[in-house]
């Protein structure tokens, strides 16, 4: 791997390809497999993620919001892309990139079926997205009879699939819960497909879902965070590995004698000789505050090196005074030995919001 020499943020794509192939192996052959790469793809890069994966053979993306499709289109991404959550203004936008609408709620779908019957369009595919207990977005059970009314009401959409999300599917304790929303996303498939003349797809389950309830893989399943190398347990993050390392060089170090203090609002104030390193890396890059004042680390020659004082926009000092280092140096925020969750766990994040933090500032390089 190149050392750093400034700020990046490097993809590894064989990565991504161990993770999309052991993803896979769980599933069933006619599983299909949706690749979620909403937030710049956690963080990433979501158009060369998603190119990568249509060529290892996704069949589907989902991204949060319209931009975001936009986004893949341009890059020319051709797979069918799910927006979970689109909003109306936009859905003028939406159908003429092509982009396929979560409805989830009676407002929504009345809506775009007005605007598609005024496109003049014919069976565009729309998912209806159903709410089992995340209670986050969704119809509900008892919405079905007036859903099914609605679309037969015309031929401008088509619904190619009914999915719904779930709340806890990590969390082993919470089996029982999981378990009963499965059921009633069971029986609420039932009740669609009786009164459709036809049977979308069905899907419900994130990575977790994905390894921890192969009974309700159904048709097609969502992965983010599982491509990205985290798999929410230990013993599932053995099989994955984290596709970003996120690097830095040093750029300065200074001695601080007793007494003295480092950075802003003088937080740290030493009581005794130190060496710090000065990054050019901070809450602008990703890096929040949260994890200033020794609650973060970073890692050089495979030492640890807290965070010392306030993060500042641009910049965080860290404490070397035990490493033998020096200007120019390479640094490691996190990766594939101290990785991105390890580091979110520091100030009780995950590391979803660690990965999708990191800025468009910073470089993203990519390792074939
Ligand atoms: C973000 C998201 C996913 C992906 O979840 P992971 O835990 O990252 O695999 C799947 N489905 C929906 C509806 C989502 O919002």
Known sequence: MPKAQETVLEIDLKALKHNF?????????????????????????????????????????????????????????????????????????????????????????KEFIKIASAEKLNNYPVHIKFNTGLNRLGFCEKDVHHIVSEIKRTDAVKIVSVFSHLAASEDLNEKEFTLNQIAIFNRISKK??????????????????????????????????????????????????????????????????EGESVGYNRA?????????????????????????????????????????GNVCMDMIMVNITHIDCKEGDEVIIFGQDITAEQLAETTNTISYELLTFVSQRVKRIFLE
């Open 21 to 109: 192939e052991h993803l896979k192996s769980k599933l069933q052959n006619n599983t299909k497999f949706l690749a979620v790469v909403k937030a710049f793809g956690y963080g990433s890069d979501s158009c060369k993620v998603a190119s990568y994966l249509e060529r290892l053979g996704a069949d589907y993306f989902a991204v949060a919001y319209i931009n975001e499709g936009i986004a893949l289109r341009e890059a020319g991404i051709t797979k069918p892309i799910l927006v979970l959550h689109p909003q109306a203004v936009n859905f003028k936008t939406l159908i003429a990139y092509s982009l396929e609408p979560s409805l989830y709620n009676m407002k929504i779908l």
């Open 192 to 257: 669609m497909i009786g009164k459709l003349s036809y049977k979308p797809m069905l899907h419900m389950c994130n990575t977790s879902g994905i390894l921890n309830y192969p009974e309700a893989h159904f048709d097609m399943v969502r992965t983010g965070i599982g491509l990205y190398g985290f798999g929410n347990s230990d013993e599932e993050n053995k099989n994955l590995a984290p596709i970003a390392t996120l690097k830095t060089i040093i750029s300065q170090i200074h001695n601080i004698e």
């Open 268 to 308: 740290f104030k030493s009581n005794s000789f130190l060496k710090t390193a000065t990054l050019p890396i901070g809450h602008a890059d990703g890096i929040g505050r949260q994890y200033g004042n020794g609650k973060g680390f970073v890692t050089i020659k495979g030492k640890e090196a807290p965070i010392v």
